[in-house]
Structures are given as C-alpha cells and as structure tokens.
C-alpha cells in the first residue's frame, strides 16, 4: 500500500493508475448513485450556509442603521434610507442566489442552515415599525421577500421575537435623547412593547432551549422599557422640556438603565 | 396612519396560535404511531437473532416467519406515510428517521437471508435488496426530489446496510459453529464488495461516516473467520487452485 505516490525516480509523474486492482465490486453503480445524490446534497447546503452568513450580516448592520433613526413614523432620513436600500439590494442578490436550492421539499430539509431569516425578518419588522408603528404581518413579510423563498411561520416568530430587543434599544436612544417615549397620540413604544408582550405569552409555549431562551429575552426587554417609563414620571420633572443630551449621531448606546 | 390604529392585528397570533396547537398535534400522532413501529420492528428484530443459532436448512422456516413479522412493520409504515405526507417532510422526519431506519434493516436482512422474493425477483442467500425494492415492499416512494411527501432516504439506507455487514460478521462465526463453512466466504464477498460501494462516497464528518468507517472492521472480522478455516483445510477455494493454500495440500 504505498501511499500518494505521484512520482517515478525521475521525478516524472506518473500517469495515476486508475483502474481499479479488481472487477468493480458488484454495488458499484449504485453507490456512484448514492455518492452523486449526496455531494449535491453536500453542495446545497454549503451554498445556503454561506449566502446565511452574508445575509445574517447586511441584516444586522441594517438594524445598526435603523437605530440611528430618531423619530417614529416617519421616513428614514435620505442617508440612512440609501444605505439600507444597499443592503436590502445585496441581500436581494444572495438570497435569490440558492432560491432554487429552497424549493419544495427542500424548503424544510435546510431551515438550520437559513437561520439568517429570522435576521432578515428582525430588520424587517424594525424598519416596519419605525415607519408605521405597527408590527409587520407574516403576509407583508413574505411579500417583502426579494425572492421565491417561503417563510415559514416558524422564521416569523423568531423574526418578531427579536424585534423586542430592537425596540427595547430604540425607546431607551430616544428617550435619553427626547426626554420622553417615542410614539404617537395615545400610544407610545412602552404600551407597543407590553401589547407585543402580551401577545407573545399568550401563545401555546413550544417546549424547546430555543422558545424559552427567546421569550425571557423578551420579557426582560419590556421590563427595561418599563423602567423608562417609571424613571420618566419619576425623574422626568427635574430635567427641563426639550433637554437633549449631547450625543452624537451613532454614540453608543446610553447606560442601560437596569 | 390614524392614531387609532392598532398596534397588531390580532389576526397574526391568531394564526401563530393556530399553527402552533396543529404542530403539537402532528408531533402527537408521530409520536403514537414511531412508538407502535419500533414495537413492529424490535419483535422483528427479535426473531432475526434467531438466525445465529439457526442451521442453514432452517433458515426458509425463519424466514416466513420473518416475512410474517415485516408485513405488520408494512402496514405502520403505511399510517406513517399517511400522516407525514400532510407536512412538510423535513420538518418532521427526526422523529421517525431512526426507527424507519431500523425497519429498512430488518427488510434487507430478511432479504439477504433469502425472504421477500417476488415472480422477478425469486429469493437468494446473499441477495442485496436496493433502496428501490425496500420502497416497493413498504409501499413507498423513495428518495423523493420532485415533490414533498414521505419517503425513504438514501442516508437511511446506507445506515441501515452499516447494521447489516456487522449483523453478517456476527453470522459468520456462528455459522462455523454450525459446521456451515460456506457461507463465511458468502458473506466476506459480500462485506468487502459493500466497503469498496462506501469507500466511493464522499462522506462528511456526520454519523454516516463514523458508520461507513466501521464497516471495514465488520470485513476484517469475517476474513478472520475465513483465515482460520483456510488454515485449517476446512474449505476448498473453487478457482483458486493456484493459491499457495491450495498448493500446500
């Protein structure tokens, strides 16, 4: 059994032995079969693996973007919105690069490998609320998708699950900066929090690390919200109306306030 | 864009809800009929270890008896396929993967013992089912593409041929002891025609391959096996006689 050798004494190299020692064993073929149907399943996924990656990433810096908004309900200022139509274009191009990785049956077979849709819905459903103050539908999420790809219920959820962290960071940027809760006549982002609070406990709970880990998450974020709120009507009348605090446009994220 | 319009629509958890409660329910069913499957299949299993202590003459007995035992595995499998070809395949099929697996097992084993022949295809000792005949005996499709209903993978077969050399290893030696010294080299034939089909795979570092790399002990122990008969004398090697055992006699 010589191992690798490529090369006679010469240093010529020699032409590889491809015939096997023997016959081909008798479950040749089908195991060429086999090996064929497995390295396109291999591929798939290595292709969906890396298009997550980029897209987990555009989608991120997407909400690092939409954090830099000050108001609700209105438009995102020109310099931000190009920016987030840049990677919205971007991640266009990725996703539509493995939808015909994602069809049918295949949909399902790679969900562990397309985490990055929960990511992407994050993004969505942020800058959907930043511009409406509404929480997005899986419709309109769906509608949103630059491709052919199904969202499942199951992206949905743990899309909009990791919208209470966004949120909970926007209230707590806007008010330090406005001296009171973002929102609109009769209804702020703390009510909007707590209402998504509720909505989400009122689901049957799904017994997995993933549920449970996202939904603590949660609740967590409203409880800092709240604490906004109890500090504003606590604190609040010390500091004159209209007091900003001298921050930058992209400071960091202000002291958090539990 | 009035004030008064709501936060959410309650529509949406309405339908999260909804699908939640129908995704429980699926797992439920799952649950009740893999359990009564792995109950078809260990009984089948079960009369399978007989074969060690089971005389090659003997074997046809066993094996209707076997056919008997994977007809009721047949018709689980068929409520599987029933319910699972509602969903989506893959967001299910960790739950029955194993056990589905395992059935796939008991199948080519009866095979190869002979069992489950057709007017085509008569029965034969040493006789490897393919993924495709394992289909047609339980009535399914098998490694679907196209559309998305249950079936049986290529990852579940290849494991469930893993189970089967090492089953044939065991046999080889029990076989000896049974004054039956034919068949050993049956079965090192087919061992070693079975490591050479999964060396061409190109495996990676799964459960597959832990697998795939176990079968070549599953060859050098039934070579064993043959080894201590050739030394012996106790078998002649048809079309070997230019070996240098043959030439010692």
């Known amino acids: 059994m010589s191992s690798g050798v490529k090369r006679d004494r010469d240093g010529n190299a020699r032409t590889k032995a491809r015939q096997p020692a023997g016959p081909p064993g008798r479950f040749h073929d089908m195991f060429e079969g086999f090996r064929n149907e497995l390295d396109e399943h291999h591929d798939r996924r290595e292709r969906i693996i890396k298009a997550s990656r980029d897209v987990t990433a555009q989608s991120k810096k997407i909400i690092f973007s939409l954090q830099r908004v000050k108001l609700l309900n209105q438009d995102a200022p020109p310099h931000i919105q190009q920016d987030i139509d840049t990677r919205l274009e971007e991640i266009s191009k990725l996703l539509n690069g493995v939808a015909p990785d994602l069809q049918s049956i295949n949909r399902y077979r790679y969900t562990s490998p397309l985490r990055c849709l929960e990511e992407f819905i994050e993004a969505l459903s942020f800058a959907h609320y930043l511009r409406h103050q509404t929480l997005i539908t899986h419709e309109q999420s769906q509608a949103a998708m630059p491709t052919n790809i199904i969202l499942t219920p199951h992206d949905y959820m743990y899309g909009i699950f990791d919208l209470f962290g966004e949120l909970m960071r926007f209230a707590t940027i806007t008010t330090a900066q406005t001296g009171e809760l973002a929102g609109r006549e009769g209804r702020n982002i703390l009510e909007d929090i707590q209402e998504l609070g509720c909505a989400f406990e009122m689901l049957p709970a799904v017994p997995t690390k993933d549920f449970r880990g996202k939904m603590s998450a949660g609740r967590q974020s409203v409880k800092k919200v709240e604490k906004l709120g109890y500090g504003l009507v606590v604190r609040g009348s010390e500091r004159p109306k209209g007091w900003v605090p001298d921050m930058r446009d992209d400071a960091p994220e202000p002291v958090s306030p539990v | ?249």
């Open chain 2, 1 to 249: 864009m009035s004030a008064d319009t709501p936060l959410l629509d309650p529509a949406i958890f309405a339908h999260l809800k909804d699908k939640l409660e129908e995704e429980t329910q699926v797992r439920d069913t799952l649950t009740q009929i893999v359990q009564r499957l792995e109950r078809a299949v260990a009984a089948t299993q079960g009369l399978l270890s007989r074969v060690h202590s089971t005389p090659r003459a003997r074997y046809p007995t066993l094996v209707a008896q076997l056919e008997e035992a994977i007809k009721e595995e047949v018709t689980i499998v068929g409520e599987l396929n029933g319910v699972a070809s509602q969903q989506p395949y893959y967001k299910y099929n960790s739950k029955w993967a194993r056990s589905v697996q395992n059935a796939i097992g008991t199948v080519i084993y009866c095979g190869w013992l002979g069992g489950l022949g057709n007017d085509a295809q008569p029965g034969e000792l040493g006789r490897l089912l393919t993924l495709e005949q394992v289909g047609e005996i339980f009535n399914v499709p098998t490694n679907l593409k196209d559309r998305d209903a249950f079936h049986l993978t290529i990852e579940e077969y290849l494991l469930s041929l893993t189970d089967l050399t090492s089953e044939l290893a065991r046999l080889a030696t029990n076989a000896v002891t049974h004054g039956d010294f034919e068949l050993p080299l049956t079965i090192s034939a087919f061992n070693k025609d079975m490591f050479a089909g999964f060396q061409l795979l190109n495996l990676k570092n799964d459960i597959l391959r832990k697998r795939a790399d176990a079968v070549k002990y599953d060859v050098k122990r039934v070579e064993d096996v043959v080894y201590d008969l050739s030394l012996r004398g106790l078998i002649k090697r048809p079309g070997e006689g230019d070996t240098e055992m043959a030439a010692a006699e």
